[in-house]
Structure formats: C-alpha cells, structure tokens
Nanobody, 115 residues
Framework: VQLQAFGGGLVQPGGSLRLSCAAS????????WGWYRQAPGKQRGMVAR???????NYEDSVKGRFTISRDGAKNTLYLQMNSLKPEDTAVYYC??????????WGQGTQVTVSS
C-alpha cells in the first residue's frame, strides 16, 4: 500500500489542523489505519488508530481533542486535531497494517504548534 500524507503546518496553540492520508494499492488487505508522530529526540508513537470494523483507539494525551476517521470511497484517512498544544509538535506519519501484519508508512508531515 502506498500512502501520501499532507495537511501539516504551523498553527497557534488552541488552533486546529486536519491531516489527510491518501492510500493506493491493496486497500482490501488493510486491517488497521493509524497516525503516529515523532517529536525531536523522541521515539515514534501511536496517536490514533482505526480498525477495519470501525473501532478506534487514541493515545491518552489526545483523547477528546483528536478524531481519526476514514473515507472508504476516497481511500483516505484523516486526523482532525483540535485544541492543539505545543507538545503536539512533531512529524506525523500515516500507517497501515495489513491482515498479513505488514506495515506500510507514508512520508511524514510536520505539525508545529507555536505562537
């Protein structure tokens, strides 16, 4: 699966951004779609994930602020980010895991939260 993420940028604290990730290829093989992020000097970690049955889970610090969703017709994954904080600053990556447990990654998109 090929993934292309976009929608990052610079936003002030308290602002909002929506990330998008367009997928192509063996979409039918995808078990879960997710967003991960990596801040400078830190390991990449999961932000939010949505499974093929619609179940979602979120990293604790983003619960209530971020929403993951997917448009099946457009093969696109979204991450709506509200009430952004400086600590949300990171490179965000989209990811899919197939039923065969193969991981595919998109290129990162930078999100910077700063006044």
């Amino acid at each position: 699966v090929q993934l292309q993420a976009f929608g990052g940028g610079l936003v002030q604290p308290g602002g909002s951004l929506r990330l998008s990730c367009a997928a192509s290829g063996s979409i039918f093989s995808i078990r879960a779609w997710g967003w991960y992020r990596q801040a400078p000097g830190k390991q990449r970690g999961m932000v939010a994930r949505i499974f093929s049955d619609g179940m979602t889970n979120y990293e604790d610090s983003v619960k209530g602020r971020f929403t993951i969703s997917r448009d099946g017709a457009k093969n696109t994954l979204y991450l709506q980010m509200n009430s952004l904080k400086p600590e949300d600053t990171a490179v965000y990556y989209c990811n899919v895991i197939s039923y065969a447990l193969r991981n595919d990654w998109g290129q990162g998109t930078q999100v910077t939260v700063s006044s």
